[in-house]
């Protein structure tokens, strides 16, 4: 990419601007430059939001780019065949076959603003004269194409760039309210178009499950939608509540002369229709529509965006045309984003590493602050009680930075009494204990819950960073009984790995490497890895430099735990934290065990001087000689913080033998620099510092 500063991020890529000065104020090279990197970065977007369901910003900040590029190509007369507002959606994705549409699946021009609507309406009076308009909610889902021949569901695909689109036959067919066979009177071949969606109800119910079951929670129903039909396997499509609206005929062997005529074929056909269908005959009421529709929202079942406003008939469709992005016959009346008031549909509670119970709120989607919130922690039973919050209630919801929502307070009571957390832990079954105003599940890692997150921890970016080893990885070894400890990572043999669903030859034996390269950690690393509460990565470090050895840091901490306040970072709360978790039993022979297999390094962090200071590491794949832990403390040990995850501040990503491809993709996407281990050493070099 050509960005002056090589190693700056592009700013369009995370917490975007989206306030721009005229287009007047900037010369022709800053315009090229802008609708360059915005190019880009919508193009990155696009790619998270329609391939890996995963966006980075909010719909109205992606929308603010959008115009902002489509103001300054028209502006500057920059536009261009390969330009993302040229184009719809992501690239397919590599799993499924790709399919080309039987007729190109464009997108909608849209806004929310009446006056752009007005405007729609004046062009297609002045191109075609007076029409009747059909209205329809616009839903929130994923758009798709249906194919059927003689009456039979010959495919199903999804939209794709608008041209191709993934082959997701297998898992349409899961879905209940896709007809494998047309009834009726049908055309020989048909081809429709519908916006396949997760029900609000079945969404809340599957995101509490997974919440109960440790997973990741979706953001929204159209993620879940997203997410669900791009599953490899069809059982787990089946399993998700999933359903169809139908709205379009793509082509067909007989084609009526108007939309509203096809619509009201559909049903006859076996293909479901909403039945917020409504023809009207000039704009105002088209207004009125979505005004209505707008009103309407929260008691459909179903995610709705806007409203779209389409012309009727067929004939002054094919007059009006097409951009190579959307039809000109329709156009999008966009709903204003929600305020962030919202009722609480039910409460889920998750468990934590060390057993703390949170309880979580599954809220009606709303927006706040440009982020689609469907769920907010509620803390603490003693915080619940105190805000007086109970299931049913509506509520107002806050974020603050970065951290996960919460709910600010109740606005609207609906019942009696607050919610009740329950007095047995909803994975293990474990009484559940109050201490002070938190929760805990007595469980211990007798728990599925508390263990798989040990391990996650144990493996993951504040630990010893074992690739491979994450949260889908551990469910499924936990679940087959291959893990009830941490140190039974250190068990796991080739056999064990690859008659697991999924595993191979390669993934099995990346992991067992990983493993095996993790049993002499640098001390900092492992006195992390244990996650003590309270003890992160620079505690960690910080200990490991007072104390030099495991033994040294463990008898002080079990035998003088007032020492450790001598240590910078360390209080008396972190301190009583360190004696209780070495005094404990179970913990002592949890530790006793992990130590039959892992030596923690003596630490030698003061050896280094600061000659890297400033710059961030981050170490993917197998380095030759060393372990990627020893490589992240000889940085460290020279003033460099090594971390786990390549953000925007990352300096340097040092590539090893097989290497992960999320780190790869994030040092791309924000234009860190990759470097092999050749060139990390001849960095290091150059620092008069020598790898060993
Ligand atoms: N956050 C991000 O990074 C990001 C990235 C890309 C796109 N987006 C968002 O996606 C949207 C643009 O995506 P798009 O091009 O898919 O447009 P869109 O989803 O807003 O509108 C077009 C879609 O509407 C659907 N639709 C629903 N009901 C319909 C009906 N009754 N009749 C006709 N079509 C109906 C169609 O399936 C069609 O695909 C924007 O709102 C944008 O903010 C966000």
């Known amino acids: 990419m050509s960005v002056a500063d090589e190693d700056a991020e592009n700013p369009y890529l995370r917490d975007p601007p989206t306030d721009f000065a005229s287009v007047e104020e900037l010369s022709e090279d800053e315009a090229r430059e802008q609708v360059e990197l915005l190019r880009e970065a919508v193009r990155e977007h696009d790619r998270r939001y329609y391939v890996e369901s995963e966006p980075l910003i909010a719909d109205r900040t992606y929308d603010a780019l959008f115009a902002r590029l489509r103001d300054l190509e028209d502006a500057f007369g920059l536009e261009h065949p390969d330009s993302p507002t040229r184009s719809v959606g992501g690239e397919p994705i590599e799993e499924f076959d790709t399919v080309e549409h039987v007729a190109p699946m464009l997108s909608i021009d849209q806004s929310g603003e009446e006056e752009d609507v007005r405007e729609f309406a004046d062009r297609v009076q002045r191109e075609v004269g007076d029409v009747d308009y059909v209205c329809e909610p616009k839903f929130d889902g994923v758009s798709m194409e249906f194919v059927y021949e003689d009456g039979r569901l010959e495919r199903a695909a999804t939209r794709g760039d608008g041209r ?10 899961t879905i209940g309210s896709v007809p494998q066979k047309l009834h009726g009177d049908y055309p020989d071949f048909l081809a429709v178009r519908g916006e396949v969606y997760m029900p609000k109800d079945a969404f ?6 997974r919440i109960e079951r440790g997973e990741e929670p979706f953001a929204n129903p159209r993620n879940a939608t997203a997410g669900t039909i791009r599953q490899l396997d069809p059982a787990v499509v089946a399993d998700r509540p999933l359903e169809v609206f139908f709205f379009d005929v793509l082509e067909a062997s007989d084609l009526e002369d108007s939309h509203s005529a096809e619509l009201e074929r559909f049903p006859e056909w076996g293909l479901r229709v909403t039945e917020h269908v409504k023809l009207v ?18 008691d459909l079942n179903y995610e709705i965006d806007g409203t779209v ?14 951009t190579a992005r959307h039809d000109r016959y329709a156009f999008a009346y966009k709903f204003p984003a929600r305020a962030e008031v919202t009722p609480i549909v039910d409460v889920a509670v998750q468990v934590g590493r060390t057993g703390r119970l949170t309880p979580v709120a599954l809220l009606e989607p709303v927006d706040v602050g440009g982020v689609t919130v469907s769920r907010a922690s509620l803390h603490n039973p003693e915080e619940i009680a105190e805000k ?16 996960i929502p ?6 609207e009571k609906d019942g009696e009494g607050h919610y009740e957390l329950p007095d047995h832990c909803p994975i293990c079954d474990s009484a559940v204990e109050r201490d002070g105003p938190m929760a805990f599940c007595t469980g211990g ?5 508390q263990l798989r997150r040990s391990i996650e921890y144990y493996a993951g970016d504040d630990g010893l960073d074992l690739e491979g080893i994450g949260e889908k990885s551990v469910r499924q070894l936990v679940d087959a009984g291959l893990l009830e400890s941490v140190a039974d990572l ?26 095996e390269a993790s049993r002499e950690p640098p001390l900092a690393d492992f006195l992390s890895a244990l996650g003590i509460p309270h003890v992160g990565p620079t505690t960690a470090r910080e200990l490991a430099r007072e104390f030099g050895t495991f033994d040294a840091f463990r008898e002080t901490a079990e035998a003088e735990p007032e020492r450790l306040e001598d240590v910078p970072d360390v209080g008396e709360t972190v301190a009583k934290q360190l004696h209780e978790f070495f005094t404990s039993e179970a913990n002592a022979a949890a530790v006793g065990d992990l130590l039959e297999h892992v030596s923690p390094q003596e630490s030698d962090l003061e050896s280094g001087g600061d000659e890297l200071e400033s710059l961030t590491f981050v170490f993917t794949g197998s380095l030759e000689g060393v372990t990627r832990g020893e490589a992240q403390e000889t940085v460290e040990a020279h003033g460099a913080n090594a971390t786990g995850s390549v953000s925007g501040n990352t300096d340097y990503l040092v590539v090893g033998e097989n290497p992960g491809q999320t780190k790869r993709d994030d040092a791309e996407v924000n234009d860190v620099p990759i470097v092999d281990e050749d060139e990390f050493r001849d960095l290091l070099a150059e620092y008069g510092i020598d790898l060993e």
Do not use: P
């Open 388 to 403: 007086n919050v109970g299931i049913g209630d509506t509520v107002r919801v806050q974020r603050a930075g970065d951290v």
């Open 406 to 411: 919460y709910v600010e307070e109740v606005v």
């Open 281 to 298: 005959d000039d704009i105002d009421e088209a207004i009125d529509y979505r005004d209505r529709m707008l009103e309407a929202r929260d």
């Open 445 to 449: 890692l007798a728990c599925d819950a």
């Open 204 to 209: 809340q119910k599957h995101n509490r499950e």
């Open 490 to 515: 250190y068990e796991l043999d080739r056999e064990d790995l690859t008659a697991l669903e999924g595993w191979g030859e390669t993934s099995a034996e990346n992991v067992l490497d990983e493993v």
């Open 309 to 322: 406003i389409k012309v009727d008939a067929r004939d002054a469709r094919e007059e009006l045309g097409r």
């Open 164 to 173: 191709e689109g993934d082959d997701v036959t297998r898992n349409a067919r």
